[in-house]
């Protein structure tokens, strides 16, 4: 079974820094897909990048973007220029790519923003 | 407009009482799901549907009886419930056969069983 681990509960960062979130998972597949939620205080869930584990580019959505080392099975999102919007608990999360298969998700890391 | 919408907001039930949670997504989708999300656990998932059938059921205890009616709907029925119950169930919609496509997940209804 697949499983997906956020060794961070809680971070912290400066208005315009940059932080790093963690991410490691675990599995025998060779093709699937990763992604990063992010949940503001709304509650609602909402995507912010995903990398396909066939390409090695690193994906990149305007601020926010991965550093997928693939070997190591560690997928961490990289947040530049952080905005106060940017609080909120930020869930890896892992797909195999086999049928309609759901998500698992790691725990999540609460991100705090500070002016 | 989130796309999926989630009803009530929030619910506080006796553990004897029978309640619905409702999910309607505005998307086309044709997979529906229900997450539980505790406090400092991983969403757990509950149960998936596509094209209405259901195709995955987590373990999910019977005190928790999901609906669903048409791609677009998906309910969720309450009885019974024990206060570990409470939590946050989200629920979400994604392109089925598509593995590319992301889920859009609803506001969530906030749970209390009392």
């Known amino acids: 079974a697949q499983t997906v681990t956020q060794s961070q509960p809680e971070m912290s960062v400066q208005e315009a820094e940059t932080v790093t979130l963690s991410c490691t998972y675990d599995t025998s597949e060779n093709n699937y897909y990763l992604f990063w939620y992010k949940q503001p205080p709304s509650r609602q869930m909402i995507l912010v990048i995903r990398q396909e584990a066939y390409k090695q580019q690193n994906a990149t959505e305007n601020r926010f973007s991965v550093n997928f080392q693939k070997a190591a099975k560690s997928f961490s999102l990289k947040i530049s220029d952080s905005q106060l919007g940017d609080t909120a608990m930020y869930f890896c999360?892992?797909?195999?790519?086999?049928?309609?298969?759901?998500?698992?998700f790691g725990k999540g890391t609460r991100l705090s923003v500070i002016a | 407009e989130t796309g999926v919408t989630q009803t009530p907001r929030h619910l506080v039930m006796g553990m004897t009482n029978k309640k619905s949670l409702k999910c309607e997504q505005h998307l086309g989708h044709n997979a529906m799901y229900w997450y539980k999300q505790s406090a400092k656990k991983p969403l757990e998932l509950m149960f998936v549907y596509n094209f209405k059938e259901q195709t995955e059921n987590n373990s999910v205890p019977s005190r928790f009886s999901p609906e669903c009616p048409n791609s677009s709907h998906l309910f969720l029925h309450l009885h019974t419930l024990q206060p570990e119950d409470s939590a946050l169930y989200l629920c979400?919609?994604?392109?089925?056969?598509?593995?590319?496509?992301?889920?859009?997940f609803g506001n969530g209804t906030r749970l209390t069983v009392t």
């Open positions: 979400a919609s994604s392109q089925g056969g598509d593995y590319n496509s992301p889920l859009h």
């Open positions: 999360a892992f797909r195999r790519l086999a049928g309609n298969t759901p998500l698992v």
